[in-house]
Protein backbone atom coordinates (compact mmCIF):
# COMPACT_ATOMS: atom_id res chain seq x y z
CA UNK A 1 0.00 0.00 0.00
CA UNK A 2 2.83 2.38 0.94
CA UNK A 3 4.34 1.96 -2.17
CA UNK A 4 0.96 2.27 -4.11
CA UNK A 5 0.65 5.74 -2.15
CA UNK A 6 3.76 7.06 -2.86
CA UNK A 7 3.03 6.36 -6.84
CA UNK A 8 0.20 8.24 -6.76
CA UNK A 9 1.42 11.43 -4.95
CA UNK A 10 4.01 11.26 -7.41
CA UNK A 11 2.05 10.86 -10.01
CA UNK A 12 -0.15 13.66 -8.95
CA UNK A 13 2.92 15.83 -8.29
CA UNK A 14 4.28 15.12 -12.38
CA UNK A 15 0.69 16.41 -13.59
CA UNK A 16 0.79 19.44 -11.88
CA UNK A 17 4.32 20.04 -13.02
CA UNK A 18 2.82 19.21 -16.73
CA UNK A 19 -0.04 21.62 -16.40
CA UNK A 20 1.79 24.74 -15.28
CA UNK A 21 4.44 23.69 -17.75
CA UNK A 22 1.39 24.36 -20.32
CA UNK A 23 0.26 27.43 -18.99
CA UNK A 24 3.93 28.80 -19.37
CA UNK A 25 3.67 28.28 -23.76
CA UNK A 26 1.79 30.60 -26.30
CA UNK A 27 -1.97 29.70 -26.56
CA UNK A 28 -1.19 28.40 -29.86
CA UNK A 29 1.78 26.22 -28.86
CA UNK A 30 -0.12 23.45 -28.43
CA UNK A 31 -1.37 23.04 -31.92
CA UNK A 32 2.04 23.48 -33.54
CA UNK A 33 4.72 20.31 -33.61
CA UNK A 34 7.89 22.01 -32.55
CA UNK A 35 10.15 19.20 -32.08
CA UNK A 36 13.66 21.86 -31.75
CA UNK A 37 11.26 23.51 -28.34
CA UNK A 38 10.76 19.81 -27.46
CA UNK A 39 14.45 18.77 -27.03
CA UNK A 40 15.31 22.04 -25.50
CA UNK A 41 12.89 21.76 -22.82
CA UNK A 42 13.60 18.23 -22.50
CA UNK A 43 16.80 18.48 -21.87
CA UNK A 44 16.30 21.45 -19.45
CA UNK A 45 13.65 19.49 -17.32
CA UNK A 46 16.69 16.89 -16.66
CA UNK A 47 19.29 19.15 -16.54
CA UNK A 48 17.03 21.18 -13.55
CA UNK A 49 16.12 18.12 -11.95
CA UNK A 50 20.05 16.82 -11.65
CA UNK A 51 22.27 19.82 -11.61
CA UNK A 52 25.11 17.70 -10.73
CA UNK A 53 24.44 15.49 -13.42
CA UNK A 54 27.05 16.60 -16.76
CA UNK A 55 24.64 16.54 -19.71
CA UNK A 56 26.44 13.51 -21.77
CA UNK A 57 26.60 11.45 -18.50
CA UNK A 58 22.52 11.26 -18.87
CA UNK A 59 23.71 8.24 -21.28
CA UNK A 60 25.03 6.48 -18.26
CA UNK A 61 21.39 5.71 -17.21
CA UNK A 62 21.15 5.43 -13.67
CA UNK A 63 24.83 5.14 -13.13
CA UNK A 64 24.68 8.71 -14.00
CA UNK A 65 22.12 9.08 -11.00
CA UNK A 66 24.42 8.79 -7.94
CA UNK A 67 28.08 8.75 -6.42
CA UNK A 68 27.78 4.85 -5.31
CA UNK A 69 26.30 3.41 -8.45
CA UNK A 70 29.14 5.64 -11.02
CA UNK A 71 31.20 3.36 -9.64
CA UNK A 72 30.04 0.50 -9.83
CA UNK A 73 29.54 1.35 -13.27
CA UNK A 74 33.07 2.34 -13.64
CA UNK A 75 34.08 -1.22 -12.19
CA UNK A 76 31.87 -3.11 -14.41
CA UNK A 77 33.60 -1.26 -17.16
CA UNK A 78 36.95 -2.76 -16.87
CA UNK A 79 35.19 -6.02 -17.80
CA UNK A 80 31.98 -5.36 -19.43
CA UNK A 81 29.28 -8.53 -19.43
CA UNK A 82 28.70 -7.35 -22.69
CA UNK A 83 31.89 -7.98 -24.25
CA UNK A 84 30.85 -11.44 -25.62
CA UNK A 85 28.27 -10.72 -27.78
CA UNK A 86 30.44 -7.33 -29.16
CA UNK A 87 32.82 -9.95 -30.07
CA UNK A 88 30.18 -12.17 -31.34
CA UNK A 89 28.43 -8.78 -33.43
CA UNK A 90 31.78 -8.32 -34.93
CA UNK A 91 32.20 -11.54 -36.39
CA UNK A 92 28.65 -11.87 -37.83
CA UNK A 93 29.27 -8.48 -39.07
CA UNK A 94 32.02 -9.42 -40.96
CA UNK A 95 30.74 -12.64 -42.25
CA UNK A 96 29.51 -12.93 -45.69
CA UNK A 97 26.33 -14.08 -46.76
CA UNK A 98 25.46 -16.88 -49.01
CA UNK A 99 25.88 -14.46 -52.24
CA UNK A 100 28.97 -13.21 -51.00
CA UNK A 101 27.72 -9.84 -50.13
CA UNK A 102 27.74 -8.49 -46.02
CA UNK A 103 26.33 -5.92 -44.29
CA UNK A 104 28.76 -3.65 -45.25
CA UNK A 105 26.88 -3.64 -48.20
CA UNK A 106 23.72 -2.02 -47.28
CA UNK A 107 24.56 0.88 -45.00
CA UNK A 108 26.67 4.19 -45.99
CA UNK A 109 30.09 4.07 -44.99
CA UNK A 110 29.83 0.08 -44.67
CA UNK A 111 28.12 0.37 -42.02
CA UNK A 112 30.66 1.47 -39.19
CA UNK A 113 30.34 4.63 -37.67
CA UNK A 114 26.33 5.30 -38.31
CA UNK A 115 24.62 4.13 -35.27
CA UNK A 116 24.02 7.71 -34.38
CA UNK A 117 21.83 8.22 -37.53
CA UNK A 118 19.36 6.06 -36.51
CA UNK A 119 16.22 6.06 -36.84
CA UNK A 120 15.46 7.76 -39.96
CA UNK A 121 12.52 8.76 -41.91
CA UNK A 122 12.32 7.93 -44.72
CA UNK A 123 10.49 9.59 -47.20
CA UNK A 124 9.86 6.70 -50.24
CA UNK A 125 8.16 5.14 -47.49
CA UNK A 126 6.85 7.65 -45.37
CA UNK A 127 8.17 5.78 -42.03
CA UNK A 128 10.53 5.44 -39.49
CA UNK A 129 13.45 2.88 -40.32
CA UNK A 130 15.66 1.86 -37.03
CA UNK A 131 18.55 0.18 -37.17
CA UNK A 132 17.53 -3.12 -36.19
CA UNK A 133 14.75 -2.97 -39.38
CA UNK A 134 17.61 -2.15 -41.78
CA UNK A 135 19.64 -4.89 -40.28
CA UNK A 136 16.49 -7.36 -41.32
CA UNK A 137 15.94 -5.88 -44.66
CA UNK A 138 19.58 -6.50 -45.36
CA UNK A 139 19.55 -9.89 -44.83
CA UNK A 140 16.18 -10.48 -46.97
CA UNK A 141 17.57 -8.50 -49.66
CA UNK A 142 20.20 -10.63 -49.21
CA UNK A 143 18.55 -14.25 -49.07
CA UNK A 144 19.00 -14.42 -45.32
CA UNK A 145 16.32 -14.88 -42.86
CA UNK A 146 15.22 -12.31 -40.78
CA UNK A 147 16.15 -12.29 -37.03
CA UNK A 148 14.26 -12.00 -34.13
CA UNK A 149 14.20 -8.44 -32.42
CA UNK A 150 14.61 -9.70 -29.52
CA UNK A 151 17.10 -12.47 -29.72
CA UNK A 152 21.20 -12.44 -29.47
CA UNK A 153 21.95 -12.20 -32.67
CA UNK A 154 20.31 -9.11 -33.56
CA UNK A 155 21.43 -7.46 -30.10
CA UNK A 156 25.08 -8.74 -30.96
CA UNK A 157 24.44 -6.98 -34.58
CA UNK A 158 23.78 -4.05 -33.09
CA UNK A 159 25.83 -3.74 -30.13
CA UNK A 160 29.17 -4.16 -32.55
CA UNK A 161 27.62 -1.12 -35.08
CA UNK A 162 27.17 1.10 -31.51
CA UNK A 163 30.67 0.39 -30.59
CA UNK A 164 31.93 1.74 -33.83
CA UNK A 165 30.15 5.13 -33.14
CA UNK A 166 30.59 5.34 -29.38
CA UNK A 167 31.16 8.75 -28.52
CA UNK A 168 29.51 10.31 -31.61
CA UNK A 169 26.68 12.50 -30.94
CA UNK A 170 23.10 11.60 -31.61
CA UNK A 171 22.43 12.76 -34.87
CA UNK A 172 18.69 12.54 -35.89
CA UNK A 173 16.39 14.21 -38.75
CA UNK A 174 13.11 15.29 -39.15
CA UNK A 175 12.62 16.22 -42.70
CA UNK A 176 10.38 19.34 -43.89
CA UNK A 177 7.74 16.63 -44.41
CA UNK A 178 4.18 16.55 -42.53
CA UNK A 179 4.50 13.01 -42.53
CA UNK A 180 7.78 12.93 -40.69
CA UNK A 181 6.46 15.04 -37.93
CA UNK A 182 3.06 12.97 -37.73
CA UNK A 183 5.21 10.23 -37.20
CA UNK A 184 8.02 12.22 -34.19
CA UNK A 185 4.51 13.63 -32.52
CA UNK A 186 3.23 9.89 -32.19
CA UNK A 187 6.14 8.82 -30.96
CA UNK A 188 5.41 11.70 -28.13
CA UNK A 189 2.45 10.62 -27.74
CA UNK A 190 2.99 7.11 -26.60
CA UNK A 191 5.61 7.75 -24.70
CA UNK A 192 3.45 10.11 -22.59
CA UNK A 193 0.67 8.18 -22.79
CA UNK A 194 -0.85 6.10 -19.67
CA UNK A 195 -1.44 2.22 -20.43
CA UNK A 196 -1.94 -1.37 -18.70
CA UNK A 197 -3.28 -2.11 -15.52
CA UNK A 198 -0.47 -0.15 -12.98
CA UNK A 199 -1.96 2.90 -15.87
CA UNK A 200 1.70 3.75 -16.39
CA UNK A 201 2.54 5.81 -19.28
CA UNK A 202 6.69 5.62 -20.41
CA UNK A 203 7.29 9.15 -18.37
CA UNK A 204 6.10 8.02 -15.31
CA UNK A 205 9.09 5.76 -14.96
CA UNK A 206 11.85 7.46 -16.85
CA UNK A 207 10.70 10.97 -16.18
CA UNK A 208 9.50 10.72 -13.11
CA UNK A 209 10.91 8.71 -10.91
CA UNK A 210 14.82 8.14 -12.55
CA UNK A 211 17.42 7.52 -10.20
CA UNK A 212 14.48 5.35 -7.72
CA UNK A 213 13.60 2.17 -7.62
CA UNK A 214 10.69 0.27 -8.45
CA UNK A 215 11.19 -3.69 -6.96
CA UNK A 216 14.78 -4.58 -7.68
CA UNK A 217 14.78 -2.01 -10.50
CA UNK A 218 16.94 1.23 -10.67
CA UNK A 219 15.38 3.72 -13.08
CA UNK A 220 17.06 5.40 -15.77
CA UNK A 221 16.14 8.70 -17.42
CA UNK A 222 14.35 9.47 -20.40
CA UNK A 223 17.15 11.61 -22.19
CA UNK A 224 20.05 9.31 -23.40
CA UNK A 225 18.24 6.31 -22.58
CA UNK A 226 18.63 5.10 -26.72
CA UNK A 227 21.99 6.31 -26.49
CA UNK A 228 23.02 3.38 -24.93
CA UNK A 229 21.01 0.58 -26.38
CA UNK A 230 21.42 -2.48 -26.26
CA UNK A 231 22.37 -3.03 -23.15
CA UNK A 232 23.19 -6.33 -20.99
CA UNK A 233 20.97 -6.00 -18.15
CA UNK A 234 21.37 -8.59 -14.67
CA UNK A 235 18.00 -9.43 -15.34
CA UNK A 236 17.96 -10.77 -18.27
CA UNK A 237 21.32 -12.44 -17.83
CA UNK A 238 22.28 -10.89 -21.32
CA UNK A 239 21.98 -8.73 -24.07
CA UNK A 240 18.96 -6.93 -25.13
CA UNK A 241 17.61 -4.88 -28.12
CA UNK A 242 15.70 -1.87 -27.96
CA UNK A 243 12.57 -3.97 -29.00
CA UNK A 244 13.20 -6.14 -26.13
CA UNK A 245 13.33 -3.04 -24.25
CA UNK A 246 9.84 -1.78 -25.26
CA UNK A 247 8.28 -4.79 -25.33
CA UNK A 248 9.36 -5.64 -21.69
CA UNK A 249 8.22 -2.32 -20.43
CA UNK A 250 4.82 -2.90 -21.89
CA UNK A 251 4.68 -6.14 -19.92
CA UNK A 252 5.85 -5.05 -16.44
CA UNK A 253 3.17 -2.18 -16.14
CA UNK A 254 0.77 -5.22 -17.47
CA UNK A 255 -0.04 -4.14 -20.79
CA UNK A 256 -0.20 -5.82 -23.69
CA UNK A 257 2.93 -5.52 -25.95
CA UNK A 258 2.99 -4.85 -29.62
CA UNK A 259 4.91 -6.59 -32.24
CA UNK A 260 8.55 -5.27 -32.18
CA UNK A 261 9.17 -2.68 -35.28
CA UNK A 262 5.24 -1.85 -34.60
CA UNK A 263 5.10 1.60 -36.17
CA UNK A 264 4.49 2.81 -32.77
CA UNK A 265 7.62 1.11 -31.48
CA UNK A 266 9.83 3.27 -33.93
CA UNK A 267 7.75 5.93 -33.48
CA UNK A 268 8.72 6.14 -30.10
CA UNK A 269 12.48 5.30 -30.85
CA UNK A 270 12.07 8.33 -33.38
CA UNK A 271 10.97 10.74 -30.68
CA UNK A 272 13.59 9.57 -27.83
CA UNK A 273 16.45 9.71 -30.07
CA UNK A 274 15.53 13.12 -31.44
CA UNK A 275 15.13 14.40 -28.04
CA UNK A 276 18.69 12.94 -27.39
CA UNK A 277 20.47 14.68 -30.16
CA UNK A 278 23.64 16.21 -28.98
CA UNK A 279 24.61 13.74 -26.61
CA UNK A 280 27.06 10.88 -27.35
CA UNK A 281 26.24 7.38 -28.50
CA UNK A 282 27.55 4.89 -25.56
CA UNK A 283 26.39 1.51 -27.05
CA UNK A 284 26.59 -1.40 -26.12
CA UNK A 285 25.83 -0.43 -22.32
CA UNK A 286 25.39 -2.64 -19.04
CA UNK A 287 22.34 -1.67 -16.26
CA UNK A 288 21.60 -3.59 -12.77
Not at 164 to 187: C, F, H, Q, V
Request: glycine share 6%.
Amino acid sequence: MKLRSAIYLASAALSLALLTLASTLPSDAADKVDPVADAKAFKKFFTDKFPKVKLEDFVNGPYSMNEDLYRQWQEKEQFPPYEFSLEMGKEMFSKPFKNGKTYADCFENGGIGVRQNYPYFDAKEGKVITLELALNRCREANGEAPYSYVRDEMAALTAYMAFTSRGKPMDIKIPDDPRALAAYEAGKEYFYTRRGQLNFSCATCHVQSPGERIRAEILAPALGIVNAMPIYRSEWSGMGTTSRRFTTCNSQIRGVPLSPQDDEYRNVEYYLSYVSNGLPISGPGARP
